[in-house]
């Protein structure tokens, strides 16, 4: 049977899908093997979320064709969906497979049932001992001025519970402690199928074998109270860890942008998270926060509108990007674009004011004995793992520890 390597760029949700599309070559008779080896074929899991994102997935794929000029490749993701004939006109490439066509990318000699067109092709991550990223939603309706997904991955769908808590089973039955719930709008999760985020979280809390769930890429105003409320008194699977999109701490973006709330209801939801979830003897809780500067009409004083709503709600971190400008969004036509210089000063100006939050949140933890989950690596004779609000500690490597959550003081 042929060999075949596998190249991912991008997002945990690429990476979930590139996973699986290893399990399913594999099941049908394929040999996976590393890039770094010479393949009868390689397949490249695209990334389209900004320009530069789009010429690394062709520069990857010149460096491919260029390394083994044989080989056939098979490309997906964002960029093979948003730029196909681009890419299709690449040396080297064989086929590539759109956001609907993600099914057809292993052979059907798996046996697996195909994936149907209102749902997500089911996904999730092998690899690592301790984590695991499942895919339970794909896609998107907000239809942001700023951003290309739903034309890159298509309008919201999601995985079937059933089918959630079977790839879950399967991630327990590898050893598998902790699961990061991924999606492109995770808490939209439902729309496809009738059901609702919340009955997710309640069937996938009683998966026996999983002892961690986080939560990634929920949209404020898809969090309910519904949901902090039960995490809080009866989901304790579920952490104290929550990655939510801000994108801007200024109103009048928000709204020119497109986004579903303003900062005030943002800051009450972040607070509304505090009182249910923190308390005496429980953790902080640590929140994400994804911000980007230089939208379109983003003045200096605009700007600061957003470094003082950062300072007031003080996250634990801020994954700060730079706006890219993106044909075919309304916001890449509006006027106010700015420079890449004061891009890049902004960036900085956000990237200080993080390891500042960071660093504070890090010290109210010193002193608290939290669980902490081990992974496998060896550095230079140390392991490290993550408390249950995401807190990264390191101890002397034991092989005892690896895999097991236990109590250590920060």
């Given at each position: ?70 080989a056939r490749i098979l490309v997906t993701g964002c960029s093979a969906q948003l730029r196909r ?326």
């Amino acid at each position: 049977m042929p060999s075949i390597a596998f190249l991912t760029l991008g997002c945990k949700l690429n990476y979930a899908e590139t996973s699986t599309y290893e399990r399913g070559f594999k099941a049908a008779g394929w040999e996976a093997v590393s890039p770094k080896e010479k393949a009868d074929y390689y397949l490249v899991n695209t990334c389209s979320v900004t320009a530069t994102s789009d010429a690394k997935s062709r520069n990857l794929i010149r460096k491919v064709h260029r390394l083994n000029p044989d080989a056939r490749i098979l490309v997906t993701g964002c960029s093979a969906q948003l730029r196909r004939s681009e890419i299709e006109g690449l040396e080297g490439v064989f086929r590539v497979f759109g956001a609907e066509e993600k099914e057809n990318v292993v052979p059907e000699t798996t046996g697996a049932p195909m994936a149907e067109k209102k749902n997500a092709f089911a996904a999730y991550s092998t690899g690592e001992r301790t984590r695991s990223f499942l895919k339970v939603q794909d896609g998107c309706c907000n239809y942001c001025a700023y951003c290309t997904v739903p034309y890159a991955r298509g309008e919201s769908r999601n995985v079937p519970i059933c089918e959630c808590v079977r790839n879950a089973e399967a991630i327990a039955a590898q050893g598998v402690k902790e699961i990061v719930l991924t999606g492109v709008n995770t808490g939209d999760f439902g729309r496809s199928t009738g059901e609702s985020f919340l009955g997710l979280l309640m069937a996938l809390h009683k998966v026996d074998g999983i002892e961690r769930y986080r939560i990634s890429s929920i949209e404020p105003n898809l969090l309910t109270q519904e949901i902090i409320d039960w995490i809080a008194s009866e989901g304790r699977k579920f952490q104290p860890h929550f990655h939510i999109p801000l994108q801007t701490g200024c109103d009048e973006l928000l709204e020119k942008m497109g986004r579903h709330y303003n900062t005030e209801f943002f800051a009450q939801k972040l607070e509304s998270i505090r009182l249910a979830m923190e308390g005496p003897g429980k953790p902080e809780v640590f929140f994400g926060i994804d911000v980007m500067v230089g939208l379109p009409g983003e003045t200096e004083d605009l700007f600061e509108k957003t470094l003082l709503f950062l300072k007031r709600i003080r996250p634990a971190f801020i994954h700060v990007f730079p706006y890219s400008r993106r044909p075919g969004t309304p916001a890449a036509q509006m006027p106010g674009q700015v420079d890449e210089r004061i891009k890049a000063e902004r960036v900085a100006a956000l990237e200080s004011l993080c390891r500042e939050l960071h660093g504070e949140f890090e010290k109210r933890n010193v002193g608290k004995t939290l669980p902490v989950l081990f992974e496998s690596k060896d550095k230079d004779g140390m392991m490290s793992g993550y408390t249950s609000n995401y807190i990264r500690v390191s101890k002397p490597f034991d092989k005892e520890l690896v895999g097991r959550i236990v109590e250590i003081i920060v």
